[in-house]
């Protein structure tokens, strides 16, 4: 079962910008997806961005233009950078990684959380 561990979280002031990372550990099983999803106190987890084993990328509309994410197969770590942050992107940043254990089920191993903090 995939573990994953992040870093890169911190407080910019708005219009700044942090990279997360994310390593995979323990991967036995194909990574089919890694990426993104961020959380605020008393809300639902929102999806923000991810990028499959084939490269391709997918980001909320929210995100979209400021947000980038990567991934190095090699290192198994997936990345998110984040330009002109607003106070709106605010939260607990949490990675994920889909693994593929047979061809009909898959596992989904997610980070500790990373707080962001983008003020005024």
């Known amino acids: 079962q995939v573990q994953l561990v992040e870093s890169g979280g911190g407080s910019v002031q708005a219009v700044g910008s942090l990279r997360l990372s994310c390593v995979a550990s323990?991967?036995?099983?194909?990574?089919?997806?890694m990426g993104w999803y961020r959380q605020e106190p008393g809300k639902q987890r929102e999806f923000v961005a991810s990028?499959?084993?084939?490269?391709?990328?997918h980001y909320s509309d929210s995100v979209k233009g400021r947000f980038t994410v990567s991934r190095d197969a090699a290192k198994n770590t997936v990345y998110l950078q984040m330009n002109s942050l607003k106070p709106e992107d605010t939260a607990v940043y949490y990675c994920?990684?889909?693994?593929?254990?047979?061809?009909?089920?898959?596992?989904?191993?997610w980070g500790q959380g990373t707080r962001i903090t983008a003020s005024s």
């Open positions: 994920y990684a889909e693994t593929e254990i047979t061809s009909m089920k898959t596992f989904t191993g």
């Open positions: 323990r991967v036995a099983n194909a990574i089919n997806v």
């Open positions: 990028i499959t084993r084939s490269d391709l990328t």
